[in-house]
């Protein structure tokens, strides 16, 4: 015989599981804004139902909220992953192909290398007609010493866009380890949270974000896995996840640090 209390109950875990909705609406608008933010969604399931001695058997006492539901898809993150890190290495690529463009002067004006290297053939070939000609011996001198001028500016531009271009190998080296420093805090603190059961919903988003930065930097391979515990036929999966993340085959983080 089921209690009397049973219908205020069962109308009381509906809002309880309507105000849980509501709180996780609220969140989510809160954060529509926010970078890397996944929108999430309580997850319920119906409550044990009541067996009864009565024809129709069995009576529905609820519904139960079973956790948080974060909307986020691991193989779009993947995709987005491997077409940053291409976009920009062709990027930077391209730019400083276009400083090296214009250090050389070519697309424009009459001072490019090719056009000085002209000159000089030419200025050569008069010299090489007529070599006892002093004006001829004159105009080579003066070709060759514009020519040098040129060849040793090239020189100085080349070495200071290589100098750049390791400054700023510098600094990415050095962003890419403290991003991995805060996936690693941040991995910690998700699997501690879900072996108790509960749900990292915004640590991920966070951790998703700062590999969207190191993604910018590097091509990364992220491949996470369940913590199992026990062995054999007594292995029991949980909710929980160990990430480990690969820089051309090479560990930058997992669950034992960050290298």
């Not at 008069?126 to 001198?141: E, G, K, M």
């Not at 290589?162 to 190998?169: A, G, T, Y």
């Not at 991003?179 to 699997?191: C, P």
């Not at 991920?204 to 054999?232: H, M, N, P, W």
């Amino acid at each position: 015989m089921p209690s009397q209390f049973l219908g205020l109950n069962t109308g009381l875990s509906g809002l309880n599981y309507f105000q849980s909705a509501l709180n996780t609406t609220s969140h989510n608008v809160s954060n529509a804004n926010k970078t890397g933010y996944s929108k999430q969604q309580v997850k319920a399931s119906a409550s044990d139902a009541l067996k009864l001695n009565q024809p129709y058997g069995m009576m529905g006492t609820g519904i139960t909220a079973t956790g948080v539901e974060r909307f986020r898809n691991i193989s779009y993150d993947t995709k987005y992953w491997n077409t940053t890190s291409k976009y920009n290495e062709y990027e930077a690529e391209k730019t400083n192909l276009q400083q090296l463009e214009v250090y050389m002067n070519e697309m424009s004006g009459n001072s490019g290398y090719s056009e000085w290297l002209n000159r000089f053939s030419n200025a050569l070939q008069d010299l090489s007609d007529n070599p006892s000609d002093y004006t001829a011996r004159i105009s080579f001198t003066s070709t060759v010493d514009s020519y040098t001028d040129m060849i040793n500016e090239l020189a100085d531009n080349f070495q200071s866009q290589q100098k750049s271009i390791n400054d700023e190998i510098e600094l990415g080296v050095s962003e890419i380890n403290s991003l991995a420093k805060r996936i690693f805090e941040l991995s910690q603190q998700i699997t501690t949270i879900e072996l108790r059961g509960g749900a990292a919903n915004d640590l991920r988003d966070e951790r998703g974000v700062c590999i969207d930065k190191l993604a910018e930097y590097v091509d990364v391979d992220v491949q996470e896995t369940s913590i199992i515990f026990g062995t054999g036929k007594d292995a029991v999966e949980s909710d929980a996840t160990n990430m480990c993340i690969r820089i051309d085959g090479n560990i930058l983080v997992d669950e034992m640090g960050y290298h």
